[in-house]
């Protein structure tokens, strides 16, 4: 499945006594791309797979410890063969360019336009007409044994002439690009007005985002990961900070926790061993306790993370702030 999953029951813990639950609610958007690996020679056609962007350094780190992806991904790496990508684009403008960077012969395709490139290191450039969209557009690479695709790509527009990553949420899959439904992604990705250097010292200072998110490797674990909201758009980032439960990540859902004892603790649960659950509160404060002396464990609607930030930073330190984190730092002069 692609796009958001909202966990409501988390499968496999306690939530009364005496009782596992396996039921998870899932819903999602019909966002990414749609992979198939041909090994050369075989037949059938392979079947499809999921991937969450056309960028490979993006799926990287979005499928962290997925045994499905890994799979795949070996699979790719052991053998001749050809890589095919499908996804359909939601873009502003009436004409986008793409820039394809990467290390297999290749070829695109977007309408009536097309390219391809021969060699090691591989550059091209496509044109997307946007009259109609979502606009299909398809990718294929040759590669062989023994090496794995990298893939870089980035895009402009007649109305925006800043290279960008493709935000993931205008990747549609292929079947729900025909929908009447198809999600809608507002306005186009727009320079936010703030300073990156600025945004950086309130993420690691003032605001203090680093002591529960971890960016380029730097911070903490108690939030999501933020090294990818390049691929995000602005405004959807602005109201994940100043509405937290607005849209709350499935890893880190917020439970209310009642213990035998007549106590209640309010956090992130996670599983030590086979009998005992921590509940991490705060930073710093994680509460191990015995799974048979809890009688009821159900999510919050309310994000772990606190409100106020719209408040306690205003509108010029915020707009800072999100300039960091969805821009690319500033080229030195």
Known sequence: LGGILVHRQPAGILAREGELLDVVDLDFLPTGVEARFQKTGTQPEAPTFW??????HVNQRWTRNSAEHDRWQQGIHDADGTIFFRTALDLPGKQATLKIESNQMLSARAGTHQTQANGARTNAL?????????????????KSAGTDLELNISYHTDIDPIERPIPAERLILPWAASLPTAPKNGPAPKPTGGDWARGKSLFFGEAQCSTCHTLGNQGGNLGPNLSNLTHKDPDSVMRDIIAPSTAI?????????????????????????????????????????????????????????PDGYKDQLGPEKLRDLITFLTEEPPKKK
Do not use: C, W
């Open 51 to 56: 991937l969450p962007h056309l960028d490979s």
């Open 126 to 142: 496509l044109t997307v007409d946007l009259a109609d969209q979502p606009v299909p557009v398809e990718f294929s690479f040759i």
């Open 249 to 305: 990540n499935p890893d880190f859902i917020n439970y209310r926790v009642k213990l035998k004892n007549g106590d209640v603790l309010a956090g992130l649960v996670g599983a030590e061993g086979d009998d005992r659950l921590t509940i991490t509160e705060g930073v710093g404060k994680t509460t191990l306790v015995k799974r048979g002396d809890v009688t009821s464990l159900s999510p919050s609607d309310i994000s772990i993370m």
